[in-house]
């Protein structure tokens, strides 16, 4: 056995099944996120991204299934809930309090200490920014303004593991920059996140595993470049757009066409080709060759590869499950 | 406008109205503040352990309280309060009928004016129990801070209870209040008081004020909108009129070794408290301000076969709180199996 099988895991879901009458919102599914990880959790609307992580945070019970927490079973709320935080749906505070007075909540449930309790608020209120408006009502912040308190509350009591359902939800872009940011940090600093998120540009930057679910199946699931490489090698889904300085000679067309991992050939101009490419990068690297070969002076070859959005949109057209 | 969207309007509108009233806006904007300690003064590496269950009941119940005193609550509670020696003024010494005050304020026996004061208390005790236990649940769930709550290491059953205990001591507190009101009231104008009923129907009016809060809750647990209407008739109208029927029913089939069953209906309750101080002396009618009260002023009570209100305060009492108790209980079933 490797190291890496050997960590042990965050959360570690297996056969999560959950059922509101006949209509099954997850079915099967099998998720593990191990300690440190950034896991980031795709799906389109309806996948049933919320309804897993409202299994792991006891807001549903599941139908079938087993959920462990820091290897405590979830239905063992309180041992499983310690050491985590989290922020689902976007959840409202009580509107007559202040940021201060929710976070004395939140901490006491946790079991933050009094004297502790001070610091730890400020803290807190101090990296999502809102420590100017600790004094005043949440009932008179805006949406984004209130995400940001909660998204504090999760952050007060030091969680080993932090589940976020659309963190940035409701933030202007400078917001969103911001608690990416602080995302960030907590990476650095060794925490496991889980996050959902419809934003692939988040998953992309920030994680380093994901899964893919559609109709409450996991469709794909694993490191995210791995995976996009993955992809690109199978799909052939890289396209090169060689442009030269000199009009390009049949000779030149043929041999191009004839090289090992051209398909898909395409003559855009009297300069300019594009194709389908899945070679190897040495075989890449022997185009430029052919190009200086045949003297046409290259003037650029742009390379349009698989990206997390193709692979997000190939695995899930049609609203298909296509299962990997 | 689907229901997010609905709640969504109404958390803005009260943002709005927030705003309008304090006269200042807050501006959405970032403040520059850089945070202002090093990683071991802010205690990032601190590890904490959850407290007990009994703590965490304790941290609801305290947090619920804290909620009530900002809310509109508390001021309908004192409201209530300072009413009792309003009205009773103005019963005694402004209306009058035929020339006669409304109550007549000269009591030989403390406990009959004491009855007289709280003739209104059956039904100012079920409309406090279930306006305040029967919309706590249902406002958690509607306004989305169970989201914040219940994801928390911490039991439903701590959030259940410690959020039904702040309701029922508010309750219980206003109507311990209310009786020691009506004995301030009181006590100047008689010369004699039987303390012992005094205190016996304080405890019953507090079993039957649990009860109330209890049912309400209960009901509540699983409701979307609240329960404080549906709970108010069922105990108001509903039940009285439940064993007003079934009394009939039973001694209509010769079955009147059943009858006495309906006396013990929990819904009369503050009527047994009250009336074991005595029958209220009002000169329009003599009686509690209840549904029982009232058919019983015009005598429909009495022409009513097999029906008797129970008198053994002991009894109803262990059945209030017997029956309360299985409320909370069925309640904690729904609540724990409830999905968000």
């Known amino acids: 056995m490797t190291e890496e099988s050997d960590a042990p895991l965050a959360i570690d ?312 | 406008m689907s229901r997010e969207d609905r709640i969504a309007a109404k958390v803005e509108r009260r943002a709005a109205k927030a705003e309008a009233r304090l006269g200042e806006k807050i501006e959405d904007a970032y403040d520059e503040s850089e945070r202002t300690m090093s990683h071991d003064e802010a205690c990032r590496d601190s590890v904490y352990s959850t407290p007990s269950m009994l703590t965490q009941i304790g941290i609801c119940y305290m947090t619920q309280m804290k909620r009530f005193t900002k809310q509109r609550t508390i001021w309908t509670v004192l409201t209530l309060l300072i009413a009792i020696p309003v009205l009773y003024y103005v019963f005694t010494e402004v209306l009058t009928v035929n020339g006669a005050p409304l109550i007549d304020p000269h009591w030989n026996v403390a406990n009959i004016g004491m009855a007289t004061v709280l003739a209104l208390a059956p039904v100012i005790t079920i409309f406090l129990s279930t306006n305040l236990c029967g919309a706590m649940l249902p406002q958690e769930f509607n306004e989305r801070t169970a989201y914040l709550s219940l994801p928390l290491p911490m039991s439903r059953f701590s959030f259940y209870i410690g959020k039904f205990l702040s309701g029922f001591t508010l309750v219980m507190g206003v109507t311990a209040m209310a009786y020691g009101i009506a004995i301030a009231i009181v006590l100047p104008n008689s010369n004699l008081a039987y303390t012992s009923n005094m205190f016996s129907s304080l405890m019953t009016m507090v079993a039957g004020v649990f009860f109330f809060c209890a049912f309400s809750y209960m009901l509540s647990a699983k409701s979307k909108r609240g329960a404080t209407m549906k709970s108010l008739l069922i105990l108001l109208i509903g039940l009285p009129i439940l064993a007003f029927a079934l009394s009939y029913v039973f001694y209509t089939v010769n079955m009147d070794v059943l009858c006495p069953i309906t006396g013990y209906f929990p819904c009369f309750i503050p009527d047994v408290a009250v009336m074991t101080m005595g029958t209220p002396q009002l000169s329009m009618m003599s009686g509690t301000a209840s549904l029982y009260g009232m058919l019983n002023a015009f005598g429909v009570i009495s022409a009513l076969p097999g029906f008797e209100l129970c008198t053994d305060t002991v009894v109803v009492s262990a059945i209030a709180m017997i029956l309360g108790i299985l409320c909370l209980m069925r309640g904690y079933h729904v609540i724990s199996r409830r999905d968000m």
């Not at chain 1, 909540?105 to 100017?132: F, P, Q, S």
């Not at chain 1, 040495?282 to 997390?308: W, Y």
């Open chain 1, 13 to 324: 879901i297996k056969g999560l099944t959950k059922s509101y009458g006949s209509f099954t919102a997850v079915d099967s599914l099998d998720m593990q996120v191990g300690k440190g990880e950034f896991m980031g959790l795709l799906g389109p609307n309806g996948a049933g991204k919320s309804t897993t992580l409202k299994s792991i945070t006891g807001l549903v019970r599941p139908t079938s299934g087993t959920i462990l927490v820091n290897g405590i079973d979830a239905r063992n709320h309180r041992k499983a809930m310690t050491h985590v935080g989290c922020v689902i749906e976007t959840p409202e505070c009580y509107q007559n309090f202040t940021p201060g007075e929710m976070l004395s909540y939140v901490g006491k449930i946790h079991g933050v200490t009094n004297r502790e309790l001070a610091i730890r608020a400020r803290d807190v209120l101090e990296e999502v920014r809102m420590w100017e408006w600790r004094d005043k009502h949440i009932g008179q912040f805006s949406k984004g303004m209130r995400q940001r308190v909660a998204i504090a509350a999760a952050l007060l009591p030091n969680p080993e593991i932090i589940i976020l359902d659309e963190p940035t939800s409701g933030l202007d872009p400078r917001g969103m920059i911001e608690v990416r940011e602080t995302l960030r940090n907590l990476k650095e600093r060794g925490l496991t996140l889980l996050i959902s998120t419809h934003i692939l540009k988040e998953v992309s930057e920030m994680c380093t595993s994901m899964t893919m679910i559609n109709r409450g199946k996991t469709i794909i699931s694993g490191d995210v470049n791995t995976l996009i490489h993955n992809m690109a090698q199978s799909e052939r889904s890289i396209t090169l757009d060689i442009r030269t300085l000199s009009v390009m000679t049949p000779a030149f067309l043929s041999d191009v066409k004839a090289m090992t991992g051209v398909s898909n050939f395409e003559r855009t101009g009297e300069k300019s080709i594009r194709f389908s490419f899945f070679g190897s990068d040495e075989e890449q690297a022997d185009i430029v060759d052919l190009v200086a070969s045949h003297k046409l002076r290259l003037l650029s070859m742009n390379e349009t590869g698989a990206d997390l959005e193709k692979l997000y949109m190939k695995l899930t057209e049609d609203g298909e499950v296509n299962v990997r």
